[in-house]
């Protein structure tokens, strides 16, 4: 029972829930600068660490390819017991330790630091306490997503966006259980990051197993996860939009953290259930088989589409010559990836839309000031950008999948239309009207997410889940790169252009209207290149869904 896909799953959402402490750094961010005399500039630099640690996951997926995938393919000839696999070493419980070393080490220091337990440390130490906080993220979301893959390859999409929906909540959350307990005190939130994360993680990791039997209904059960995390997505936003309104008493948070709880509970009921329908199921002589982890329902498949795809010359010419998965069973490594044009084309384009949507959360404050928006409507624009980042992720994520089962379209045409969606919304920002940051950080937001689940989704399909961990985090460091350079090289020398007067300050539409202009016709240069990415895998998609389908007929035959 614990070994099962149902319970990895509960417990990688409940992970995935407390891990995105980066995304609560403007809780924290004013006692960090008060407290080690940091002007402006420096907390900026502090922040740029924490985006860098939050994103360069390489060595999260070197390490899970090393004690997980590989371990289970010198596994694959027979079946180990459920206790000599834990007691072995290796699987993704690993990846999670590692984590929660890292998230403890980083965020205690920082707080040692903050409460003057500890001297001051020079600037560049204080950056690597946050480097070091922040990158236990990837540790923790690598493990979580490239299971999740494993376990539900048919629905990568679904799977991730409720993955990478979780972690998008994980901020919204994790100011929730702050608001209720220790509000006003933003020092032992700091102290709160460093424990939390890492005792639920090292209370839940051996939880996290990779399960590769072919079991029934997991579309159905997926769609209840879908629907919880739809829900806890709307109860955070009616919280954030009546506390933005109303000063809720220390009754109320408590009572609105209980509920909150209780929702977050609910998947554990969808696992229960689930396994009652597989004991059902099974007692009715069904019996289920092992498959292969990349995009297959048995372990015959991918042989089967490899054979198939070299068996037909046109048919394989057509189809994208950098996609040497169609020529080769063995899963490509990053080393390999980073050598056809697929890499560099998803990089390009995750550049643009990643980077273009954290230079704009970065600089929304700002961004509201210098258009007259008051302390209130900032706040809750920028407390909503979670939700909104949340449905990208989970929408593109549910939305991919329903396209490439029952259209057959490629899974990366919805990053094109992302993207040039992306575009309307950063000119949207550009033009200053009444109300434009509503608008546009809606759209600007939900399609920034999208592209954190597409992203990897698209990268377990052309190049395996092999070193799906390894190649999705190295792509990830496009968007701190697109974010440094939209943000520092666009936005801030444009700005420093048009500000005057002692505090260096600028207010109007002329402020920012040139930077989003820029931004936004970057997005679209990202679409194009998503564009060219569509053209190049379209064929190989279509290869895939059609054995995806015949391969249904044939269970609907049995």
Request: proline share 3%; glycine share 8%.
């Amino acid at each position: 029972m614990l070994s099962s896909k149902w319970i990895t799953t509960v417990a990688s959402i409940w992970i995935q829930c407390t891990c995105g402490g980066s995304y609560a750094f403007g809780v924290y961010s004013s006692v960090l600068k008060s407290s080690q005399s940091y002007d402006q500039a420096t907390l900026d630099t502090v922040s740029v660490f924490k985006d860098i640690g939050a994103n360069a996951g390489v060595l999260s997926g070197l390490l899970y390819s090393a004690v997980a995938v590989h371990r289970r393919r010198r596994r694959d000839s027979h079946q180990a017991s459920s206790v000599s696999y834990l007691l072995s070493f290796g699987g993704p419980w690993v990846v999670h330790v590692a984590g929660a070393i890292q998230c403890f080490a980083g965020y205690f220091l920082i707080w040692l630091s903050v409460t003057g337990v500890i001297h001051r440390p020079a600037v560049p130490l204080m950056c690597l306490f946050m480097f070091i906080a922040a990158h236990a993220q990837t540790f923790f979301n690598t493990a979580n997503v490239v299971t999740a893959v494993q376990n539900f390859p048919d629905y990568g999409g679904t799977i991730v966006g409720i993955m990478k929906g979780f972690l998008g909540l994980s901020g919204a959350v994790l100011i929730q259980v702050y608001d209720a307990l220790f509000e006003g005190n933003p020092s032992i939130f700091i102290l709160m990051l460093a424990l939390l994360p890492t005792f639920i993680s090292l209370l839940l990791m051996c939880l996290v197993r990779i399960d590769e039997r072919d079991t029934q209904g997991n579309k159905k059960q997926l769609n209840r996860f879908s629907t919880v995390a739809l829900l806890v997505a709307a109860y955070l936003m009616i919280v954030i939009i009546l506390e933005n309104i109303f000063t809720f008493p220390l009754w109320a948070r408590i009572a609105t953290l209980i509920l909150l709880l209780l929702l977050l509970a609910s998947p554990l009921g969808i696992a229960a259930n689930a396994l009652k329908d597989e004991s059902e199921i099974s007692s009715q002589g069904f019996v289920s088989s092992e498959r292969s982890p990349l995009l297959s329902d048995n372990g015959s498949l991918q042989s089967e589409r490899w054979s198939s795809a070299a068996g037909d010359p046109k048919e394989n010419h057509a189809a994208d010559e950098d996609t040497p998965m169609l020529q080769d069973e063995e899963d490509l490594n990053v080393v390999q990836a980073m050598r056809t044009g697929n890499f560099w084309l998803l990089f390009i384009a995750m550049a643009c839309g990643m980077g273009s949507g954290l230079a704009t959360i970065n600089n929304i404050s700002q961004i509201g000031e210098s258009l007259g928006y008051t302390t209130v409507e900032i706040n809750t624009l920028v407390s909503l950008w979670s939700i909104w980042n949340f449905l990208g992720r989970f929408g593109a994520g549910y939305v991919s999948d329903i396209l490439l089962h029952r259209r057959g379209w490629a899974r990366p045409l919805l990053m094109v239309i992302t993207l040039a969606t992306m575009t309307i919304g950063h000119v949207i920002i550009a033009s200053g009207f009444a109300g434009n940051l509503y608008v546009g950080s809606v759209i600007v937001g939900v399609c920034y997410g999208s592209q954190w689940s597409l992203m990897p989704t698209i990268t377990s399909e052309l190049f395996g889940v092999g070193h799906m961990g390894t190649i999705f985090n190295t792509i990830a460091i496009a968007s701190p790169v697109g974010s440094y350079l939209l943000s520092v090289r666009v936005i801030g020398y444009i700005y420093d252009k048009e500000a005057s007067g002692k505090q260096n300050s600028c207010s109007g539409t002329h402020c920012f209207m040139l930077s989003f202009l820029i931004i936004g016709c970057v997005t679209l240069f990202g679409s194009l290149v998503a564009s060219a990415l569509f053209f190049r895998t379209k064929r190989f998609y279509k290869l895939v869904v059609l054995r995806r389908l015949n391969l249904s007929l044939q269970d609907d035959d049995r």
